[in-house]
């Protein structure tokens, strides 16, 4: 599950799941969560999870005690939508702090800057 045949960039899955783990082992004492908007549900399903809060463009994980919202993409290839960018606004304008990540490695760069600022 490393990619599919005509890109050979890791899947955002593949970056999400070693960017939690990296997460888990240097912040073991921090809570972060998966927003679960991209998985696939049935119709009905989908339309119980739209009924009850549901909606396009939240962030992939959520760091409540640091008011961080993470947006994972693959390396190449991955679309940032309008849904998600309008999500980011939401989220500045009340004064959390928003990181689109592109891979493992750039979120774990970007976490060690968030961290190193928010601890000046």
């Keep these: 599950m490393k990619s599919s045949p005509s890109n050979t960039t890791p899947l955002e899955h593949v970056e ?3 960017f ?3 997460f888990d082992k240097e912040f073991p ?3 972060i969560h998966a927003i679960p908007n991209g998985v696939h549900l049935s119709h009905s399903q989908r ?5 009850e809060g549901l909606r396009k463009g939240p ?3 959520h760091v409540p005690a640091w008011h961080l919202y993470i947006e994972m993409k693959r390396q190449k290839g991955s679309v940032w939508g309008k849904d998600q960018k309008l999500y980011k606004e939401e989220v500045e304008k009340s004064g959390g702090t928003y990181l689109l990540c592109k891979g493992c490695a ?3 760069n970007q976490i060690n800057d968030f961290h190193k600022a928010r601890n000046k």
């Design 16 to 18: 999400h799941v070693s």
């Design 20 to 22: 939690l783990n990296w």
């Design 29 to 31: 004492d921090v809570f």
């Design 47 to 51: 339309r119980k999870a739209l009924l």
């Design 59 to 61: 962030s992939d994980l």
């Design 106 to 108: 750039n979120a774990i």
